[in-house]
Structures are given as structure tokens and as C-alpha cells.
């Protein structure tokens, strides 16, 4: 009896287990099903910020408009300085695989109709539409309609132009703005780092992104100021108004990998700051010269140096010490303690959308209201930095006096690229090439050190003293493609031919 | 497909075997466009074919009372094809930057592929192409360099001298041909530590043989040499070779170990209450030769990973180890 019951038994454990036996390719210690979309929320807002002041956008777009340059004495961004082929390919592959594959994942998870979810699907398609942006931006041609669908294996995505991927951005802004989110559940502050879940801050930085989206392409044939200022003018347009950014706060600067990322670059123990960013005299020459209160703070010192000029054995100010033995200017982030104003880290400011509004205004010859947003934006400038007073904008160098279009573009560029220091050096960097603003000016500064420094073109960048004869006197407009990306998509395109390839909506004249 | 004799009571033994092995659909983790939102994916490679021959001789050549030496050597060659590939031409397997190995149709796996110095023929000379500081120019695309990672052959060799209790063993073992990655070597290029990286001592020099190329496409003879204040951009590039530079040769002679023991007579065991007592002393990874090419690292050491990707070479990785063990060996 008992050995009959033993027998039918057995069989019968052994057949119940067996589905779960044989399945081999599962891990039980890996998440296969996402329990909600919020949890992918802040390693993807992270991400995106982090690689905004990281270490190709960050240095890349600190150098290339001259905020800084290469220090005399140590080598780490010579190649940047000197305009030798980068691909900024650290860059490319987190905010790719990164970023940009969670907040798909996010608005795949959340459907836009239902009003539980409905607030995280708006943010992640914000924040991608926002992403994509820059990263096209930044490399012009890339693939975008076929781009994420590894998983469907579209393992060749094929480049789409700018142009398109211009066209399916606006289309998408333009559909999540018309979203009715009346009955929307709002999103789990925990997990919003940037704006702590609220939807209608989310809602002011979606119609600034279309703000964004539409003026990037002011050179373009398609533009229609009339279209844009209508927009704005639009009782029902909500524009940014708080900046959306990772606060200072949310960083810990004694913590290994939990610094500001600028931070980690020098506390983090490779003191990249200490021994290679110097001030650059064309960005800090601009300050100390118009008594700008912001030179201060972001530099310690007032000596510049020409951009580039990294292998100067010469004494360009004629005192006797020679230009590598001379003490330059530092950046604020090299501090022994973090520079609490700099902490911010920016995702978009509010001083940018001010400074769209008043260019739009300008375009449309308002320049009162080009003057109030301009106003608004520098006064914001100087407030993130700690500074009340606002002489520079009333008595001093940044007066709004442009009564022309032209001039008005120029005040405006002028005071976003010192606004953009220390917080959104890409931004800078693409805005100055739409804008074409500070200009570059010729001068050779190797062939007469002398004259070039009593001489200085304050308020212009130069060419790289290093990097004149390898671009043939034109500046960096956008990296190459990442070699990871060429070698291993059979229907990519062959490699750009330096780092001077315009993008589409480079179009302006001028270098 | 194999052999094996043995004469003279075992005095002289000789082996050799012949393989021929195809392999459909190799696995491996294959890299991915990052714009697909994936870096890897576990995929079929392709089918590969592994053919060759491996040979084996033992000899006793002393055996007289308490002392015996033995010999054995062993010899094997191994053929490496890729057959075919999933619908392309080359997949890359693994690498950075501007260096990849690539398994190609119809060669040995492992083909190194990187940007190069342009070379041009000037006047009938092969000459490097500079830029207008006296700098080598790379190929805009990345080039086959001719260089795999597959060696052309292998001998090992051991011997066993053993008299009376005490026994003195040696192996060494000869790799021959292939090709490496050194981030170690790029790195002392880098900083300016190699001993190759003081070329005419550092005083200026010209690039023997080279041309820069005029508006008009032609070439003319390069007057300019290398910038003596930027001779870090020179050697970090590569110096002369450009990628080429850091793909090294991996053959190596190692005397792997050596090892002495010696057993205790088994009168003084007994007496001790043991059956059997033995002392041992090994040395392991002991002598390394290398070509005069590679002064940097033992070519047996990777950072890739413990697969195909692995021979791609070493990026900065710790120098391999001697090893000394002493050993006391009780037999109850």
C-alpha cells in the first residue's frame, strides 16, 4: 500500500515543476516586468542632466565657445582645443541607450488616455521630444524614425535628415500640447527630480520646448516669425517660467559618484579642473572689461588665455614671464567646497526662454517687449548667481538699446552666452552657432602675440591658435558620428570630414 | 584522426592526430549600433571552421637504476576559417574607438581593422602623407591592417630528471605569430614613457619619406618637420603608424614552471608513522621572452572578457604574476 502511494506521488511533483524547470533563460534576480513607468522616471531625468554638463557636452561645449581653454602645463582636452576629430561618443551611447530608450519605454508603459497614468506618459514624451532635439542638434543627420527598435530587430536604423526629424518633432509637441490632462492623477513627486511632480510646471516646459523647437530654426526658409509670435502671444501658450533643473540639493559633494558631474570630474580625484581648464581670455576678457559682477564668481582671477594656445613658449604680454609660467584664471567648480550657485544643474532655464521671447520680439520689431524679455532673462542671469543688483542692464555694459533687428539679436546672443556658464555649455554652443554670435574674428594671434594681446577683439571669439591650419581658420560646428554607431550599422553614412560640417540649421553667414 | 606509437618498452613514444572541425552558428556577443537603444546582443555569428594538426613525441633517453629523464615535446598548428557570415561581409567582434577585430568572410577570425597612416606612392616611393605640421595623416575610414590574433603555431616542452626521492621538473611553452591590442603601449606613448618615444632623442626631425598634399590633390615632398613643442600629439596619435602602432605581435617563449620535490625514503616514512612524506617547491610563470616589439605586456593577459573577444589584447590591464608555492605533502 504504502509503496503504491509513494509511486503515485512522485510523477506528479516532478510534472508540476517542470514548466518552470525548463525555463532557462529567465534570471529571478533581474526585473523583467516594470511595476510602473515612474520607476524609470529619475535614472532617465538623470541621465539627460547628467550628460548636459557631462563630459563631452559639458567640456566639449565649455571649450568650443571659449569659456575656457587648455591649460599650459597638462594635455587631457588638447585634442578638443586644437579641433582634432571627436565624436563626443560617450555622449551618444548613454543618452541613446539610456535616456532616450526610457522615456520610450515610459510612454509605452503609460497611455496617454488613462488619467492615472496619463501625467508620466506626458513627462517621459516631453523629455524625449526635449532629448532628441539636442542630440540632433549636436550630430545633424541620425537615425530616429528606426532608432530604439533593437528589440523589433531594426539592428541597421537608417539616418534620417534634420529636416525630418524636425518635422516629426514638431508634430509630437504640437500633439502633447493638446492633450487634456483635466483629469490627470499627478505624478509621484519622489520620482520627478526635476519639477517633483508637478504637472503644470511640466505643462509651461512642454510649450517652451515648442517655443525652442521653432526658433532653432529661425535661418531656415520654413520660418514664420508672425506664426511663433502669435504663439506667444496666445492666452492659452504656457511658457516656462520656473527653471526645470536637478537642484542643487539633490547632489551630495563628499559622496564618490554622487557629485554635480562637474564635480566628480575634479573632487572625484582626477582633477581634470585643476590641471587643465584655465579661463579663456575671450569669454573672461568680456566680463572683467564691462565690469560684469558674474566674472567673480565664475572664475577666480582675471588673467585669460588665448584659446588653444596650449603649446605657447612665447610671452604674448610682453612682462617677462613667460606665457606657460604665467597664474590664469580657474573655474569656480575647481573649489575646495562646491559653489552652491553652480550646483543647479539645467535642464532648460528660465533665463533661455526669456531670451527666445525677446529674440522673437525682436524679429517682429517690438523691442519694448524684445527689451522687457531680454531685461527679464539677464535679471534672472544674475539671480541664480546671487546677484541683486541689476546696474549691468540699467547704466552698464548689457543696456538694451538695439533698435534694429540685428543689434538685437547680438545684445540678446551677447548676454545668453554669459548667462549659459557654469549651466548649459551645448545650449551655448548651438545657440552661438545659429546665431553666429559672439562673431569670429580673424586675428592671428601666433604671428604677433604682442599686438594680439594689447590689441584684443573683447566681445569675439578667435580661432584656436592650435586648431588654425586643421579646419582652415572655421570653427567646430558639430562632432563626428561615433565610431560605435559607423562600424556596426551596415546603413550608416561615411564619416564627416572634420568637426567643421555645418547641420542643417546652420545656415546663418558668417564662421 | 590519430596516432600513437611507442617503442622500446615505452623508451619512445610518438603521437599525431589530425582535426577537422566546422562550427555552425557560433555564438557570441555581438556589438550593437547604440542608436538601437542596445550596445550587445547574444546572436549567431556565422559558421567557422577549425582545422589543423597536433604532434607528440616522448622520449625516456636515460633509465638506469635510481635515475631516470624524460622528455616530451609536443607541436600543433591550428587552420582558421571564417566560412560564412550571416548576410554580410565582416562583423565586428570586439574593440574601441578607432580599433576593432573583425570576423571577416573568408579569413582567419580576428582581422584588426583601424585607422592607418596614409601612405601614397610619390615618385615611386611609398610615402606617408602629413598635414601641414609635419604630422601623419590618418585614412579617413578605418583600414584591414593584414594583423589577426591567430598564431601560427605552438610548441610546448617538458622534462622530468628524477633520482633516487628527489624529482626536478621543467615546462616551457613557445607561442608563435598573431597580433595584440596594447593600451599599455598607446598609454606610454601617451605620457611619454616608451623607450620608442624618443625618436633622434627628441631633437626635431622630418618624417623620413613624406608628402603633403596640395589644393589641387597632387603631392609635393614635406619640408616641415614634426612640431618639436607637440611631440605628446605625435606619439599619442601613434607616432608614425597611427592605429597600426598599437597592434602588437603576442608571440611569447615562457618557461612556465619549474618545480623541485622530493620524496622521503619510505624506511624514514615508517618510522614516523606515515605512509609517504613529500616536500615540494614550484615555480610558476617564471621566464617570459618576447619579441623585441612588444617591451610592454604579457600577451596570456586580456581585459575582453574570457571568449573570442578576449584575443582582441589588453587595455591597461596588471602585469601577470610569478607564482611560488611550497608544498608539504602527508600520506596517512
Known amino acids: 500500500m504504502k509503496k503504491i502511494l509513494f509511486t503515485l506521488f512522485v510523477p506528479l511533483a516532478i510534472a508540476v515543476g517542470c514548466s518552470d524547470y525548463l525555463d532557462v533563460n529567465h534570471n529571478p534576480d533581474v526585473i523583467e516586468e516594470i511595476p510602473s513607468p515612474k520607476v524609470l522616471l529619475p535614472s532617465a531625468e538623470l541621465n539627460v542632466a547628467g550628460n548636459l554638463m557631462g563630459w563631452h557636452f559639458g567640456f566639449g561645449g565649455g571649450y568650443w565657445v571659449q569659456y575656457w581653454t587648455q591649460s599650459y602645463n597638462a594635455s587631457q582636452f588638447k585634442s578638443l582645443c586644437e579641433y582634432l576629430p571627436q565624436d563626443f561618443n560617450i555622449a551618444y551611447n548613454a543618452i541613446l541607450t539610456g535616456a532616450l530608450s526610457n522615456f520610450k519605454r515610459i510612454t509605452e508603459l503609460a497611455p496617454k488616455d488613462d488619467p492615472t497614468l496619463q501625467s508620466y506618459y506626458f513627462i517621459g514624451e516631453a523629455l524625449s521630444i526635449f532629448t532628441w532635439q539636442i542630440v540632433t542638434d549636436v550630430w545633424g543627420d541620425i537615425p530616429y524614425l528606426e532608432a530604439l527598435r533593437g528589440n523589433e530587430l531594426l539592428l541597421n536604423p537608417k539616418f534620417d535628415k534634420q529636416e525630418d526629424i524636425y518635422a516629426d518633432l514638431n508634430s509630437r509637441i504640437d500633439a502633447l500640447l493638446a492633450l487634456d490632462l483635466s483629469d490627470a492623477a499627478a505624478p509621484d513627486g519622489k520620482y520627478d527630480i526635476i519639477y517633483g511632480g508637478d504637472i503644470d510646471k511640466w505643462y509651461a516646459f512642454a510649450g517652451a520646448l515648442k517655443l525652442k523647437l521653432a526658433l532653432r530654426l529661425s535661418e531656415t526658409s520654413g520660418y514664420n516669425n508672425a506664426d511663433v509670435l502669435a504663439y506667444i502671444k496666445d492666452a492659452n501658450t504656457a511658457l516656462l517660467t520656473s527653471s526645470a533643473k536637478v537642484a542643487a540639493g539633490t547632489w551630495s559633494d563628499g559622496e564618490e559618484g554622487k557629485r554635480h558631474p562637474m564635480r566628480e570630474f575634479q573632487q572625484g580625484g582626477a582633477n581634470y579642473f585643476s590641471q587643465n581648464v584655465i579661463a579663456c581670455k575671450s569669454f573672461l576678457d568680456y566680463l572683467t572689461v564691462n565690469n560684469d559682477p558674474r566674472a567673480a564668481k565664475l572664475f577666480s582671477g582675471t588673467r585669460g588665455a588665448f584659446f588653444g594656445d596650449f603649446d605657447s613658449n612665447g610671452d604674448s604680454d610682453g612682462n617677462g614671464t613667460a606665457d606657460d609660467k604665467e597664474t590664469y584664471a580657474t573655474s569656480a567648480f575647481q573649489a575646495a567646497t562646491a559653489p552652491a550657485i553652480y550646483m543647479d544643474l539645467m535642464v532648460m532655464s528660465n533665463w533661455e526662454v526669456n531670451f527666445y521671447i525677446a529674440e522673437v520680439y525682436a524679429r517682429a520689431g517690438d523691442f519694448g517687449n524684445a527689451k522687457k524679455y531680454y531685461d527679464a532673462g539677464v535679471t534672472a542671469s544674475l539671480a541664480q548667481q546671487g546677484i541683486t543688483a541689476t546696474d549691468i542692464i540699467k547704466t552698464g555694459y548689457a543696456v538694451f538699446t538695439a533698435t534694429a533687428q540685428e543689434a538685437a539679436i547680438k545684445q540678446i546672443a551677447m548676454q545668453k552666452w554669459v548667462a549659459n556658464c557654469n549651466y548649459q555649455h551645448i545650449e551655448s554652443f548651438l545657440e552661438r552657432n545659429r546665431t553666429k554670435y559672439p562673431a569670429v574674428n580673424d586675428i592671428d594671434i601666433k604671428s604677433n602675440r604682442l599686438t594680439a594681446w594689447a590689441n584684443f577683439p573683447v566681445g569675439d571669439l578667435t580661432i584656436s591658435v592650435n586648431g588654425r591650419a586643421l579646419l582652415n581658420a572655421q570653427l567646430p560646428a558639430s562632432p563626428q558620428y561615433p565610431a560605435s554607431v559607423l562600424t556596426r550599422n551596415s546603413n550608416a553614412p561615411g564619416q564627416k570630414a572634420d568637426v567643421a560640417q555645418k547641420v542643417w540649421w546652420n545656415q546663418k553667414a558668417g564662421k | ?332
Request: glycine share 10%.
Open chain 2, 1 to 332: 584522426m590519430g596516432a600513437e606509437l611507442s617503442f622500446l618498452k615505452n623508451r619512445i613514444g610518438f603521437e599525431v592526430s589530425y582535426y577537422n572541425r566546422y562550427t555552425k552558428g557560433l555564438l557570441e556577443l555581438l556589438p550593437s549600433d547604440p542608436s538601437t537603444g542596445y550596445t550587445q546582443r547574444m546572436a549567431n555569428l556565422g559558421d567557422v571552421s577549425n582545422k589543423g594538426v597536433e604532434i607528440a613525441l616522448n622520449l625516456v633517453p636515460v633509465k638506469i637504476a635510481d635515475f631516470t629523464w624524460s622528455v616530451s615535446a609536443n607541436f600543433s598548428k591550428n587552420y582558421n576559417m571564417v566560412e560564412s557570415l550571416e548576410g554580410v561581409d565582416e562583423i565586428l567582434i570586439d574593440g574601441y574607438g578607432g580599433l576593432g577585430m573583425y570576423a571577416v568572410k573568408g579569413k582567419p577570425m580576428g582581422q584588426f581593422k583601424g585607422q592607418i597612416a596614409q601612405k601614397v606612392l610619390y615618385n615611386g616611393v611609398e610615402s606617408t602623407v602629413v598635414d601641414g605640421k609635419g604630422n601623419p595623416v590618418p585614412t579617413p575610414d578605418e583600414q584591414f591592417m593584414s594583423k589577426d590574433i591567430n598564431e601560427k603555431f605552438r610548441i610546448g616542452a617538458s622534462t622530468i630528471i628524477s633520482w633516487k626521492g628527489l624529482s626536478l621538473s621543467a615546462t616551457l611553452d613557445w607561442r608563435y605569430g598573431g597580433y595584440m591590442f596594447s593600451y599599455t603601449k598607446d598609454y606610454m606613448n601617451w605620457v611619454g614613457s616608451d623607450i620608442y618615444s624618443v625618436m633622434n632623442n627628441r631633437y626635431p626631425f622630418l618624417i623620413p619619406n613624406s608628402v603633403v598634399q596640395n589644393a589641387d590633390g597632387t603631392y609635393s615632398e614635406n619640408s616641415v618637420q614634426v612640431d618639436p613643442t607637440a611631440l605628446h600629439t605625435f606619439y599619442s596619435n601613434g607616432g608614425l603608424q597611427y592605429a597600426d602602432a598599437n597592434v602588437i605581435d603576442r608571440s611569447y617563449l615562457k618557461l612556465r614552471d619549474i618545480s623541485l620535490s622530493y620524496d622521503l625514503p619510505k624506511s624514514i616514512c615508517k618510522k614516523i608513522r606515515l605512509e609517504g612524506l613529500r616536500v615540494s617547491v614550484n615555480a610558476g610563470n617564471f621566464l617570459l621572452w618576447t619579441p623585441q616589439e612588444n617591451q610592454y605586456i604579457d600577451p596570456e593577459t586580456t581585459t575582453f572578457g574570457n571568449d573570442v573577444g578576449a584575443k582582441f589584447g589588453e587595455f591597461g590591464v596588471n602585469p601577470s604574476y610569478h607564482t611560488y608555492t611550497f608544498g608539504l605533502n602527508f600520506t596517512f
